[in-house]
């Protein structure tokens, strides 16, 4: 074989050897989109579980808030007897 002549064989394994590195390139590329598709995937349920969790506070402020509301308007009956008992006409 003379010097910087390639033979079939050369060739064939140069072929290969390239395939093989497309053939890694390409796992890489695909590890590294099924990765990103898991951490996307890992906010989603994180900012749902974030929304939840304040779902769930406001529907127990609206709670407190119904219930100092009805608090609040016997109370203002309470002054309003009281008020009523005071009254001289």
């Known amino acids: 074989?003379?010097?910087?002549?390639?033979?079939?064989?050369?060739?064939l394994s140069q072929k290969q050897n390239r395939l093989a590195a497309y053939n890694q390139q390409f796992d890489e590329a695909?590890?590294?989109?099924?990765?990103?598709?898991?951490?996307?995937?890992?906010?989603?349920?994180?900012?749902?579980q974030t929304m939840q969790e304040i779902e769930d506070y406001e529907r127990e402020l609206a709670t407190t808030k119904e219930g100092l509301a009805e608090a609040k308007a016997k109370n203002d009956r309470v002054i309003a007897n009281f008020q009523?008992?005071?009254?001289?006409?």
């Open 84 to 89: 009523s008992l005071l009254a001289v006409n």
């Open 1 to 11: 074989m003379a010097f910087g002549k390639k033979t079939a064989a050369d060739i």
């Open 30 to 48: 695909v590890s590294l989109v099924t990765n990103t598709i898991d951490n996307l995937g890992a906010i989603s349920h994180n900012i749902a």
